[in-house]
Structures are given as C-alpha cells and as structure tokens.
C-alpha cells in the first residue's frame, strides 16, 4: 500500500508542467472522502513487438508513491526468476525484452522498487513457447452464440480483471470468465429474452439496441465485483436457481455473486409506467454521493406507436440488500440519447447522471436541463476537461434532425449553458467525437461531418472540412500523449500535418487481419485500460464466438501515468454501454497536459 500522501510522480514525458490551481475539475475542490476503488495489481502482460522482441507491459497505480520504480524479471520454461532490467525503471511502465528464447514459453513478472527497497513481485503472465507475432493475448470461451458486449471486473478478488460476456441466442444468457479464461459460470435469461424487439422486447431481454440492462461492479466495495442485471421470471442464474414471479410483465433489479452467478439479492423495478409493457434499460455504475458506488438505472417503455416514458432510478449493494435510493420521471421537456455518463460534472464531489440533454444530481433531482436551449435528441455526446485553460469539464453533443437545423453544439458541463453551436440543414448527425488528435491546437478536437475543430477556439483545425476522421471511438494506443480511433475494427492515427479524407487515414492494423470481429454500430465488445500502462485495450469476439481477442499495444513509451481506471470518471464510464463511446478521464489528457493530480482514492476491501 501506497504512504498517505503520497503524489504521483509523472516522469519521461517532456509536455507535463506542473498544475496550475483552477484548472481542470481537481484543482481546488472540496473532495468528500476517499472513493472505494479497485484493489488492482499490476496487470502484467507481455506480447511479441517483432521477430525477436516481447514487449511487457504493467500498471502504475493510482496510490502509488511518487518515487517508485520497478524491476522486470524473466522465466523461461521451467527455469529460475531473472531480472532482466540494469536500472531501476522510472520512466514508462514496460519494457522491451530483447534477450527471450521464444521457442521456449516466458513468464515475466514485476517488482515495486521504493527507496532502494524492492517490494513483493506481482503476478505473473506468461507468453507461450513460439507464440504468434501479434498485439493480441487470446481468451479461450465455451461454443456458443454470437457475443455482441463484453464487461470487466474483479471477480474472484485476485486483483485482474475477468470477463462476463453475452450470448445473442434465444433465450439469452451471460456467461463468465477468469481473466485467464477459465469458465466460472452461466445465467439463462429464460423465456421473457426471447422477444429481442429493439425497441419493444422481452422483461429480461438484454443488449438491444442501445439498451443493455447488464453491468459489473464492486458495489458493495468488498473487493469482488458483482453482476447487476435487469431479471423476470424465468432466470435461472449460476447456481441453478430460477426466478419466479407470477406477472411477466414485472422487472427486477438483481445483484449477482460476481465468482458464482448466484442471485444475491433483487428488488422491484418501480411499476409507474407498467401500463405500457417492460421497460428496457441501460446500466452505469456512479458515486452519487461521492464516497460509496451506486447503480444507476435509465429505462425506457414506449407509449403505444408514439412517445416513450423514461424512468431513472438509483440502487445501493450493502453486501446483503439491493435497495433503490431514488427514482425520477422525466415530465418536461429533458432530452435524452442513446449513451449515459456518470461523473462529477460541478465539482462538488458527488458524481451526477448525465444524458444528453440534462444531468440529475446526486439527490436525484434535475440539475439542469438544456431542452430549453434548442437541444432535442441525440445519438453522441462527450464530457470531458476539453479545454485545459478553462475552469472544470465541457460538453460536446451531435443531433438527430434537429428542427432548428443544430447539428453540433460545446457547452459548460457543469450548467449546461452553450458556449457555440453549428447549424445547418436539418440531418441525424449520427457521429461525433473528441479527442486530442492535433497537437498543434491547445485542448481537444471535436467532431461529426461539418469538419474538425479545435473546441476551445472554435476554430477549424484543418480547413478543408473533407478532411477529418471518421467520428467513431477514441483509443490511446501507439505510446505519444495524443489519441488514436478505432474505426469499424481499424486501429487509425490522424496525421495533422498531411490530413487525409475519412477512407484514408492512416493505420497502424487492422482486427480483422487477427480474426477479431465488430458488432452492431461498428463498435467493439469492450474498449478500456484493463491491464498493462496507462494505454487502452479493445475487446473483441473472434467470428466463431469461442474466443475474446484482447488487442494490447506492442509498442514501448516512456510516457508514464496511473492507470486510467484508477481515475473514478473514466472507471464509472467502462460499466456503460448503449451506444459505445469513449470513456474520459477527469483531467486532460493530451499535447501539453499538466501532471494529473492524485485520484482522491481507497482500495476497496484492503482494511
């Protein structure tokens, strides 16, 4: 464990300079007690990186002290441990291996080193004997139906990351797996998942649409994650038991053991809007009042051919009871889309439930609306510290025809008040993103199909509005301090100063050149920081569903940070799904980033 007050030390990375009070949503805030988070280890992994090279790769975590390094050791076969390094290692977390004999398999494993005292080794990954050439580590699973979403969390209390995924057959089911793949049990969603209507379908029906209904988290701050799942009758979970209930129409909140698939404990899902059929219902883990994890629940049915009624609920794990903590039904006009962020957006602490048009505070009640504003529905939206020179987090949202001719539009997170529009012919702009993809313009870049800005300045950062990426999913990848796309199952970097339209930009591989595949939207199973550095995986079925391509960057950096999911805005924003976008951290990250204060963090279940 980290010494109390401990800062973390960001070395090998020439842009950060020191933080500046003001900026950003950490600076000069009053933080409520530490946020229980995950007691991970160091989430070593090692992959080929050419014909003769294994690059291993592991976490910096976020209590870590500021002045430690590591140690790399090496086993090949069945031989003795070696550290493979000369000096202690401060700059980066991974390191190239030159001197392997890949015809044999090779285990590496990491030491902590503090003031010249070298701690206990981490876990160990092991690279088999003549292993592919390949950015890939690969997780056998059972025969089964296509899987179209992935989730991650601590099932077993080993401190990695495990696998629960879904199976789309009829009926449905999840299933789970060690992180090393080892089957640990199935749920059945039973008769009422059989009806997959996107928009009207079964009550226990899941992942449809932009509906999941599914998430996994440590919600009762324990150290083991559990599964959240929206239930009817007919479920019958890991153990063997089934769910009974004698309407088919009632839903249920449920609270899976995360190791055994094993019914912990349920509770109703409110009956308001039951006139008008199940409601389906998209997941998010959120620290409503920031020191204890909260499940947030956002359900939609549809009235009749026309409307939809939306309920928003919030739900606390104890460990022994599920229990909902406040609902809210949108009367007004507060519009939605099709993905919801959970984070702090006013810095007070607490985390609020953000949608598209309007944000609840931790209480429940509405922060703000911006349906008053000219903001209708939309199928993306960004919050993230966009601009680093200025106070606290922005917004970036895309809209589906709206009547105003809005196409795109930045905007104060934490009021909801716009800072600049762009306005067109009415269209459903499908697509929009942000990032740091230029660092020849301070903050991040913003994007749909109108061209590429920077957003602080609202400036074209590339004046030929043809040429922009396509506006799909972030990825920090390739080892610099900008980001990289993952478009439709291409791993992409935009090169600002030789820009190209969207079917040419360049690429550094291809998923499918590994046997990975993409579901619906073009989007992957997962996409997030689950081991290694600081830099994201992606998570994808192969085409025969019986195996999860875990893509992980083979290339070295000596940039160094914390684990991304050690940062609690990025963390709340891997349990969400509905239309898959990409997860921010709380500070900004990107060309000329600040040091990154400490995660105002604990490590569940570490008393």
Known sequence: MAAAGAMILVVGLSQLGTA??????????????????????????????????????????????????????????DGDWSQINDDVLTDGTNFVDSGADLSQSNSYRVTPVVDGEEGEPSGAFTLDADAADEPVVRVPLRDGGRIQFVWVGDLTGDGEYDYVIDRQTSPQSIEAYSSEGDFLWEVDMGPNSTDQNNIEGGSATIDVGHNDGVTVYDFDSDGRSEVAVRIADGVTFGDGETFSHDNDTEQF????DGQTGALRSSAPVPTDYISDGPMYARFAACYLDGETPSLVSYMKNRVGNGGFNLM??????????????????????????????????????????AEIGFVLDGDGSLLYSMGGQGIVHGDRFHIADMDPSRPGLEGYGVQQDNPGGLHEYYYDAATGELIWEHYGSVADVGRGMAGDIDPNHPGMEVWSFDGLYNAPSNQLAEPDTNLRPWPQMGLWWDGDITIELFNNGKFEKWDPDNPTPTNSVPRLLRAQDYGGTVGPRSQPGFLGDIHGDWREEVVLPNGSSDELLVFTTDRPSDIRLYTLAHNPVYRNDMTVKGYMQSHHVDYFLGAGMEQPPRPDISYAGSD
Not at 253 to 256: D, E, G, S, V, Y
Not at 324 to 339: A, F
């Open 312 to 353: 928003v609920t919030a739900w606390s794990f104890d460990g022994s009871n599920v229990d909902m903590q406040w609902k809210w039904l949108r009367n007004g006009n507060h519009p939605d889309g099709h993905n919801s962020r959970c984070l702090d957006v006013d810095s007070d602490g607490d985390d609020e439930f």
């Open 253 to 256: 909140i449920a609270i899976l």
């Open 20 to 77: 500046s009070p003001g900026t950003g949503t950490a600076q000069g805030t009053t933080a409520a007690a530490a946020r229980p988070m995950e007691n991970l280890g160091r989430g070593v992994v090692a992959v080929r990186s050419g014909e003769s090279d294994v690059l291993v790769s592991w976490r910096l975590l976020g209590l870590d002290p500021e002045n430690i390094g590591f140690n790399v050791y090496r086993a090949t076969g």
